[in-house]
T-cell receptor, first 113, second 120 residues
Framework: DTGVSQDPRHKITKRGQNVTFRCDPI?????LYWYRQTLGQGPEFLTY????????KSRLLSDRFSAERPKGSFSTLEIQRTEQGDSAMYLC???????????FGPGTRLLVL | AQKVTQAQTEISVVEKEDVTLDCVYE???????LFWYKQPPSGELVFLIR??????QNEISGRYSWNFQKSTSSFNFTITASQVVDSAVYFC?????????????????FGKGTKLSVKP
């Protein structure tokens, strides 16, 4: 049990390109959350999975964003046609039905040029 | 609407000083959880503490202590005898029970954070 991992840790892309991030939660943790954090702000909720079901989406999750969690294990977050405003840290967190605490991964820092 | 306010944007102290980070929250729910996370310069959010809305007991863990007061909707965090390694951004967060999903925990609502600098 080495904690939540995220890949890549850093991503630089040009405006208009698509990017995909991956999150690997702790294996027995059935809940998975994605957040976005811009400079000087607290993390903001994007979406939540319970097992493979996506149960909640924030209004921040525009139609250019899509998240999946096939088989209830790892999750991917894809951003299509990136914009400079997408530059942020993307954080993944996991949890369980029995613990009300979310544990965060190291994040993926995205820079859109 | 739910909201978390951390009025102190930045605090600077000298090592060994005590420092209190303020957190005020807003919610109409009676069941909720409050959290503190630490974000060092490396960027990873580190969980520090969780309290549920029915437990107003204060808690102490080493040099850290937390004061939860429902009457003032506050959940303040005190570091005693601060050290340089305490330098980080500290976030207070609120989560609510999702009534439609068997009462499971919802997403976290974060404050804007307080940047603590501890100088030697």
């Amino acid at each position: 049990d080495t904690g939540v991992s995220q890949d890549p840790r850093h991503k630089i892309t040009k405006r208009g390109q698509n990017v995909t991030f991956r999150c690997d939660p702790i294996s027995e943790h059935n809940r998975l959350y994605w957040y976005r954090q811009t400079l000087g702000q607290g993390p903001e909720f994007l979406t939540y999975f319970q097992n493979e079901a996506q149960l909640e989406k924030s209004r921040l999750l525009s139609d250019r964003f899509s998240a999946e969690r096939p088989k209830g294990s790892f999750s991917t977050l894809e951003i299509q046609r990136t914009e400079q405003g997408d530059s942020a840290m993307y954080l993944c967190a996991d949890g369980t039905d029995f613990k009300e605490t979310q544990y965060f991964g190291p994040g993926t820092r995205l820079l859109v040029l | 609407a739910q909201k978390v306010t951390q009025a102190q944007t930045e605090i600077s102290v000298v090592e060994k000083e005590d420092v209190t980070l303020d957190c005020v929250y807003e919610t109409r729910d009676t069941t909720y959880y409050l959290f503190w996370y630490k974000q060092p310069p490396s960027g990873e959010l580190v969980f520090l503490i969780r309290r549920n809305s029915f437990d107003e007991q204060n808690e102490i863990s080493g040099r850290y202590s937390w004061n939860f007061q429902k009457s003032t909707s506050s959940f303040n965090f005190t570091i005693t005898a601060s050290q340089v390694v305490d330098s980080a951004v500290y976030f207070c967060a609120l989560s609510l029970k999702l009534q439609n999903y068997g009462g499971s925990q919802g997403n976290l609502i974060f404050g804007k954070g307080t940047k603590l600098s501890v100088k030697p």
